[in-house]
T-cell receptor
């Protein structure tokens, strides 16, 4: 079963605009991670936020986590054409004793030059 | 530093044929994972190995077997391929079994006719 559900499924914006993607999950987590996947490539880790953290920044990326709502958001500021990719959230459930990650279905982002 | 290397990158099989997907990591990571990615389904965990000498089933293990040959290598075998196994397969590794980011290979695209 899918732990993470992402919204929207697809997003198209102009270069320079901000892009916001949301992730909702069902069970308690140890951490939540965001990954990027360029077309035809493997996934690349972007950022990890722990369950006791509310916000985290990395360059143009800002991630928030609301454990009471079981949701997270990824904000990409001042987007570039090179940000065009699929973005996945992945959760590490507390119930798992092996640390396995459960991935959402992803948000496809297109940034138009 | 190659990271996670998967072979082959592409493979076409006939129903009933067998094959092995190879994965090797050079980061001295303890945990290794096999995921499959299907359109609209995100990534689903097939099998994982929390440490050398151990393997466990993930969400969708039916039709697959794995071998953790040593700390570096984790192979995925399809004994009798079925069209439902047409997918993109990703190997990933992580330094420890419970936290932290996954490092992914570039994927193996398998088509079963």
């Amino acid at each position: 079963s899918q732990q993470g559900e992402e919204d929207p499924q697809a997003l198209s914006i102009q270069e320079g605009e901000n892009a916001t993607m949301n992730c909702s999950y069902k069970t308690s987590i140890n951490n939540l991670q965001w990954y990027r996947q360029n077309s035809g490539r493997g996934l690349v880790h972007l950022i990890l936020i722990r369950s006791n953290e509310r916000e985290k920044h990395s360059g143009r990326l800002r991630v928030t986590l609301d454990t009471s709502k079981k949701s997270s958001s990824l904000l990409i500021t001042a987007s570039r054409a090179a940000d065009t990719a699929s973005y996945f959230c992945a959760t590490a459930p507390v119930s798992s004793n092996t640390g396995k990650l459960i991935f959402g279905q992803g948000t496809t982002l297109q940034v138009k030059p | 530093n190659a990271g996670v290397t998967q072979t082959p990158k592409f493979q076409v099989l006939k129903t009933g044929q067998s094959m092995t997907l190879q994965c090797a990591q050079d980061m001295n990571h303890n945990s290794m994972y096999w995921y499959r990615q299907d359109p609209g389904m995100g990534l689903r965990l097939i099998y994982y190995s929390a440490s050398e000498g151990t393997t466990d089933k993930g969400e969708v293990p039916n039709g697959y077997n794995v071998s953790r040959l040593n700390k570096r290598e984790f192979s995925l075998r399809l004994e009798s391929a079925a069209p439902s196994q047409t997918s993109v397969y990703f190997c990933a590794s992580r330094r420890d079994g419970h936290t932290g980011e996954l490092f992914f290979g570039e994927g193996s695209r398998l088509t079963v006719l």
